[in-house]
């Protein structure tokens, strides 16, 4: 069987749709629809089932691609890295949002690379949840890390840790608050400060505010910046008020630097995943880069 026609295959399976995975695999679309009528003719059975909006792997289609994906991937790295750097054969990619990655996955999977460590070489790319998504579901990355569960079953998601969302700003901005008590402010009295977001929408504030007052906040944005660490630098200086995973401001808590402004007895959480592509936990390299995210994520909550 053309191991060509095989790509095309887990590209559209992966991609729900000839015309995406043409664009994934730089082709045209009428070449796409002809290998995979070409392999289909080969099988005797069709793969995909026609929608409105892309396809739909039949059953058949479903079984090949689990058998064939893992062993097509472990070709494609091997033809594209080459043989003769060793550790090439060692090189694991992966994805996710720039700051929780930094802050938690990196340090992590940092203990694997090295001298000291089992020989992995280590590859990252930030995004949005949409590109670390795409970019696995592509080939381009081994491993992501996303808020967003992916849908259908090209990738297999794996519950990663959970994190707290805190609503934070400078102390000069709020008077006085005592740290040793629990402090809960009213939306209204909030609604007065300047708000530090990463996008006009206030995803963080937006989510905060309809998880813990049932609302949604009146004020706009002051400052956006689209980068988490940006924001507590910016909070940190006066800016206004923003919500942040407890991870990341913790420490600028801890310094009196920022103070939390409400804490509700049951904080809103966010929850993150560890995507893979369905079958590649059998690539050891992925399985043991999987297995060592999972076990550090428990001191992470």
């Known amino acids: 069987m053309d191991l060509g026609l095989l790509r095309t295959f887990v590209t559209v399976h992966r ?12 082709l045209s679309q ?35 691609a689990h058998k064939a994906a893992p062993h097509l991937d472990a070709l494609v790295e091997i033809t594209e890295t080459g043989l003769d750097d060793e550790s090439s054969l060692r090189t694991l990619h992966l994805a996710g949002p720039p700051e929780f990655t930094a802050e938690r996955a990196l340090p992590a999977l940092a203990e694997l690379t090295g001298g000291g460590g089992q020989g992995l070489t280590l590859r990252a790319s930030f995004g949005t949840a949409e590109e670390v998504l795409d970019g696995l579901a592509a080939g381009h990355h081994d491993l992501a890390i996303t808020t967003a569960r992916p849908r259908g079953a090209l990738l297999s998601a794996t519950p990663l840790c959970d994190e707290e969302h805190v609503l934070i700003a400078a102390p000069g901005r709020v008077g006085p608050v005592d740290t040793e008590k629990p402090y809960r402010a009213e939306a209204a009295s909030l609604e007065r400060l300047p708000v ?17 007052f049932d609302s949604r906040p009146a004020a706009a944005g002051a400052v956006i910046v689209p980068d988490l660490r940006s924001v507590l630098a910016c909070v940190t200086a006066g800016a206004g008020l923003a919500v942040l995973p407890r991870y990341l401001c913790a420490a600028a808590l801890a310094r009196g630097e920022v103070v939390e402004l409400h804490r509700p007895p049951v904080p ?12 590649t936990l059998a690539i050891p390299l992925i399985a043991r880069a999987h297995d060592w995210l999972l076990r550090a994520a428990t001191g992470w909550c």
């Open 196 to 212: 530090v977001e990463v996008h006009e929408s206030l995803p963080f504030v937006s989510r905060y505010w309809a998880s813990v």
């Open 15 to 26: 991609a729900g749709s000839f015309t995406r995975a043409a664009a994934l695999l730089g």
């Open 30 to 64: 009428p070449a796409v629809t002809s290998q995979i009528r070409t392999l289909e003719r080969q099988l005797g059975r069709p793969l995909f089932l026609r929608q409105a909006r892309g396809v739909r792997p039949t059953t058949i289609g479903d079984e090949l």
């Open 268 to 279: 809103p959480l966010r929850t993150y995943v560890l995507v893979v592509r369905t079958g």
